[in-house]
């Protein structure tokens, strides 16, 4: 089955502990990125990949880092949560991002930071 | 930028009745434009998508026409039934440097038997 998951779906942390969300899809898409919704504000971009090891900044990248060392793989990496980071997080994927594309969604991580 | 507005939520309807969620956009090229839909407890899905002006994107009984002269795509469905009940959200792609997807704040329907 086509899809893109994410772990852990339910996490609380505390202020400074870094943690790692995974995402992973088994689509053979080039086109990654991570989304953040908050309530009124939609979904916004934290950070996007085009390919293996190209990464790059979406709009709201801040207090986030990621990687793609792997085509499968693009994991989110809060190095020293804070609680404005509190929010639900979610992986998508697409062939190449293009205007047409249709993204698959992951689950969703829902993360509490205290 | 790019922006989406969609109409403000939430929206309770009984089983049966017509949906309008409406939805504007202002962008600049040509975007293609999507309708997600997120039930609860699960990430976003395609619900249906247009890629040109006049293009009619349809699925699971709601349509929504992209209209380029009033920068709108709107999305229907002439019967809701309870199982329709989550967020919907109007999104756009204009295939730029971040490749991104623009999203409106979401709009949450409940559908009452």
């Known amino acids: 089955e086509a899809q893109v998951t994410q772990n852990p779906r339910y996490l609380i942390t505390v202020t400074g502990k870094k943690l790692t969300v995974t995402c992973s899809q088994n689509?053979?898409?080039?086109?990654m990125s991570w989304y953040r919704q908050d309530p009124g504000l939609g979904l916004r971009q934290i950070y996007y990949?085009?390919?293996?090891?190209?990464?790059d900044k979406g709009d709201v990248p801040e207090g986030y880092k990621v990687s793609r060392k792997e085509k499968r793989n693009f994991p989110l990496i809060l190095e020293s949560p804070s609680p404005n980071q509190t929010s639900l997080y979610f992986c998508?994927?697409?062939?190449?991002?293009?205007?047409?594309?249709?993204?698959?969604f992951g689950p969703g991580t829902r993360l509490t930071v205290l | 930028g790019d922006s989406v507005t969609q109409m403000e939520g939430p929206v309770t309807l009984s089983e049966e009745a017509f949906l309008t969620i409406n939805c504007t956009y202002t962008?600049?090229?040509?975007?293609?434009l999507f309708w997600y839909v997120q039930y609860p407890g699960e990430g976003l899905q395609l619900l249906l998508k247009?890629?040109?002006?006049?293009d009619k994107g349809s699925n699971k009984g709601f349509e929504a026409t992209y209209r380029k002269e009033t920068t709108s795509f709107h999305l229907e469905k002439g019967s809701v039934q309870v199982s329709d009940s989550a967020v919907y959200f109007c999104?756009?792609?204009?295939?730029?440097?971040?490749?991104?997807?623009?999203f409106g704040s979401g709009t949450q329907l409940t559908v009452l038997p």
């Open positions: 999104a756009l792609s204009d295939g730029g440097s971040a490749r991104q997807l623009t």
């Open positions: 247009a890629t040109k002006a006049d």
């Open positions: 962008a600049t090229g040509y975007p293609s």
């Open positions: 689509m053979n898409h080039e086109y």
């Open positions: 998508a994927s697409s062939w190449t991002g293009g205007r047409t594309d249709t993204q698959y």
């Open positions: 990949s085009m390919n293996v090891e190209v990464t």
